[in-house]
Each structure stands twice: as C-alpha cells, then as structure tokens.
C-alpha cells in the first residue's frame, strides 16, 4: 500500500515526544475521500435515473506552473467522482475581450453546469471582470457579487470552496463552534471574507485580523478557532496561540527545495512544530485545506445541478 503524506506525517507524529499526542490531525485527504465517494454515490444515482451528467468546465490562461497543477487535479477529481470534464486553454497573449466571449459562450451552453477561470490571469486581463462574467447560476467558485451576496444573507447558494471545505472538516470531526471564539488572519474575498460569514453562521464569535491589525498576538491568543489564511510560511507560532485551540492552515506557499522530485515544497502559514504541540487540533500542509477545497467545488458543482437544472 502506498503512503501518501499524511500517513507519513502520522507515523512522525507517534514518534514525537508525548507532548505532541494531545494534538490530532484535521486530516483533510482522508475526509475529502470519503466526501468523493458519497459524490460519486450521488452522480452514479443521477446518471442510473437517466439525468444529465455534471459537468465541470476550467479555463487555463497561459503556462503558470501552479495553475497548471491545480487545473489537472481539478480535472482528476471530477473524474473520480464520474463528472464531464472541459479544460479551455488560451495562450497568455489572449485579449480581455477574447476571453469574456469565451466566458460568454460558455454561460449558454446548457451542456455545462460549472465553469472556474483558474486564477490568475495575465496582468492585461482584468479578473474582476471576467469573474464577474460567468453567470451566477455556473459560478461553483461563489465568486460571483450575487452568489456573495447570497452566501452572506445563509441563503442557498454556490460556497468558495476553501471556507467551504474547511466548515466540511471541522464538521467531521465534530469540532464545537457554538460559542467559541473564532479569529481569522487574512480578510481576502477567496478566504477571509466568506470564511468570516461561515463561522458567524456556525455561532462563533468571529474576529478577522489583517496586515492593518494592532498587536494581532493578542487576538490569535485569545482563539479557540485559529484560522491563518495570509499567505506567509511559518507566521503563526506557538506562542501566538492558547493551549488546546484549534488551528486551521490555509497557506500553501511554493518554497523552492532542491531535493525534492518537483522542485519546490509546499510550506503553510502555520508553524507547524510549535504550533502543534500546543493545539487540540491542527490541519497539515499539504493533506489539510488543499483537498478539502477540491472537495468544495466538486459540491458546488453537484450543488448547480440541483440549483439550476
Ligand atoms: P490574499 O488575497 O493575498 O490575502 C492575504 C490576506 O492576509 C490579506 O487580507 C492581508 O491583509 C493579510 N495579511 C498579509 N500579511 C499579513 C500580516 N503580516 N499580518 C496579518 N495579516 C496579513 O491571500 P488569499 O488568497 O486569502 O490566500 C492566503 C493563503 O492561502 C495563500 O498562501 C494562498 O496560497 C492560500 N490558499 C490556499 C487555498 C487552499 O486550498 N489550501 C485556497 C486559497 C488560498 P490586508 O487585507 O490588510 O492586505
């Protein structure tokens, strides 16, 4: 059987002295492979009653390595779970009017229920406006001003996925929120923002701190819910937090690496061997967020047909 990283961060972990026991993983590759199989259950369910397919559509703006990768996994995922898969690629030199067309043609088709534009796009392309083209109703990245909008009245809607994914995770493990005080680092409209508007829903008592924020230590050591979603490896330490909170990792940042077969590792926001020692619970990176967010989209998607169709 093969080991992926969070079985390999298990067996590190039971090796670490006893302080490190108290802490258990919030293990996001095993939680979004169950969410994938009930999908899959569902879309294998839809198909047998003779309904249309889901269907996912991507587009791929230029060569960035990143986004490559993330466009192939989201390709894989859908896959799995037996959705129709499109990925569009345009060469970076497409116009901003080029690709709105495109966004456009895609809003019509009755053959696809989501579209994501993989972000981001090349300097010369404003993603605000094409974002803001994909039609509210195919918007399984909750981007759009009325999916917004809708999310933060608690109205059905399309979720980002990461807040999404993360509610998910917290969810399966029975994590409390009713009450507890949840600080969130980082106030971006992908993160941040909905993330905020989630966890007031799930009764938390929501603090958002940002780059702007006065004393911010104070504000994390007062969390029983950490969130850290700024985009700076390592920034949380373990004397930011109180002992027993529960801490989130959105970060995932490129850090180059040479011995690694890729080239580079992926470090988060959190520093993970301080942090952890202290924490009742903790998301690693990667094996944490990352697949949890995959597993939001896929849920908007499923979420589109029953919206929509
Ligand atoms: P973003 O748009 O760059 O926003 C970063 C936020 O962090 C901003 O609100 C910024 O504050 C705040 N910030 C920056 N420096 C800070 C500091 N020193 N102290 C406190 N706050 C600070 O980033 P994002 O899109 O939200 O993403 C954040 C991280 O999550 C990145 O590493 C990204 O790659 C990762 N991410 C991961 C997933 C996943 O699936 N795992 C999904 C999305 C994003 P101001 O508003 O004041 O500038």
Known sequence: ?????????IIICNNLPYKYK?????????????????IKEKVDFIKA???????????????????MTYVAAKEKDCHEVGFDSTV????????EEEL???????????????????LPLPKHINEKKI???ISYK?????FHPMNVGLMFKGLRTFLPATPYGIVKLLEHYQIETTGKHCVIIGRSDIVGKPMSALMLQKNCTVTVVHSKTVDLPSFTREADIVIAALGIPGFLKGDMIKAGAVVVDVGITRIEDSSTKTGYKLKGDVDFDSVAPKSSWITPVPG????????????NTLEAIELYK
């Open 1 to 9: 059987m093969g080991l992926d990283n969070t079985n390999i961060l």
């Open 22 to 38: 108290t802490m258990e993983l919030l293990n996001g590759n095993e939680v979004s492979k169950k969410i994938k199989i009930e």
């Open 49 to 67: 009653s003779g309904k249309k397919t889901p269907h996912l559509a991507a587009i791929l703006v230029g060569g960035d390595g990143a986004s």
């Open 88 to 95: 569009l690629r345009f060469d970076a030199s497409i116009t």
């Open 100 to 118: 709105i067309n495109e966004v456009i043609k895609i809003n019509e088709n009755p053959a696809i229920d989501g579209l994501i534009v993989q």
């Open 131 to 133: 974002t803001e083209t």
């Open 138 to 142: 195919k918007d399984v990245d909750g």
């Open 288 to 299: 944490g967020v990352g697949p949890m967010t995959r597993v939001g989209l896929l849920l």
